[in-house]
């Protein structure tokens, strides 16, 4: 898990959570392409920690909604 929770990932992770959003909309307010966001939303999603649902919007087509699966995740890391 470690390795896929990068500084960018975290970052983007905090994002979604306090302003759940479309993946265009979580790239420009983190500055970053959306392609790149894609694909780490993508690999957060795989391990459970987003929820990417497809919201269909009036006269626009269509839209993904990212939103956090919880309200605090905690790591902990145990060395015996």
């Known amino acids: ?6 500084p960018a990932k975290l970052k983007l992770l905090r994002a979604v959570k306090a302003h759940p959003g479309s993946i265009g909309s979580l790239a420009s307010r983190l500055g970053r392409d959306r ?5 780490e939303i ?7 920690l987003v929820l990417v ?16 699966v919880a309200g605090e995740i905690r790591l902990e890391a145990v060395i015996a």
């Open 1 to 6: 898990m470690m390795q896929v929770l990068s």
């Open 42 to 48: 993508a690999q957060l999603q795989r391990f459970g």
């Open 53 to 68: 649902a497809e919201e269909v919007l009036p006269g626009h087509g269509r839209m993904k909604k990212v939103s956090s």
């Open 35 to 39: 392609s790149a966001v894609t694909r």
